[in-house]
């Protein structure tokens, strides 16, 4: 199965990736966005942002894993990881 990624509005094929390759994408992804949480509490602690803190930093952790500390059942990176290692190989 051929899938499309676009880039600059141009559909480019991409190969199908399998479960490992899937999973190690997220994982990757999911680190950059912790990385990227880390760099938004510095710029909101340095700035006293706490409007910042509450309404777009928590949204992002919630959104980056189970590990959040807050009250939520959003679905995040964890739950999709999840979802694809349980997935019936077809």
Same mark, same amino acid.
Do not use: C
């Given at each position: !199965?051929?899938?499309?990624?676009? @880039?600059?509005? %141009?559909? !480019?094929?991409?190969?199908? +990736?399998?479960?490992?390759? +899937?999973?190690?994408? $997220? @994982?990757?992804?999911?680190?950059? +966005?912790?990385?990227?949480? @880390?760099? +938004? ?15 777009? %930093?928590?949204? $992002?952790?919630?959104l980056a894993g189970s590990d959040h500390g807050y009250l939520s059942n959003d679905f995040n990176l964890d739950?999709? %990881?999840?979802? %694809? ?6």
């Amino acid at each position: !199965m051929v899938q499309h990624s676009y @880039e600059g509005g %141009i559909a !480019m094929p991409t190969k199908t +990736l399998n479960r490992e390759e +899937l999973i190690t994408q $997220l @994982e990757e992804a999911q680190a950059k +966005l912790y990385e990227a949480i @880390e760099n +938004l509490e510095q710029v909101a602690r340095a700035t006293h942002d706490s409007h910042a803190d509450a309404y777009l %930093i928590a949204h $992002l952790k919630i959104l980056a894993g189970s590990d959040h500390g807050y009250l939520s059942n959003d679905f995040n990176l964890d739950a999709w %990881i999840k979802q %694809i290692r349980e997935q019936d190989t077809e």
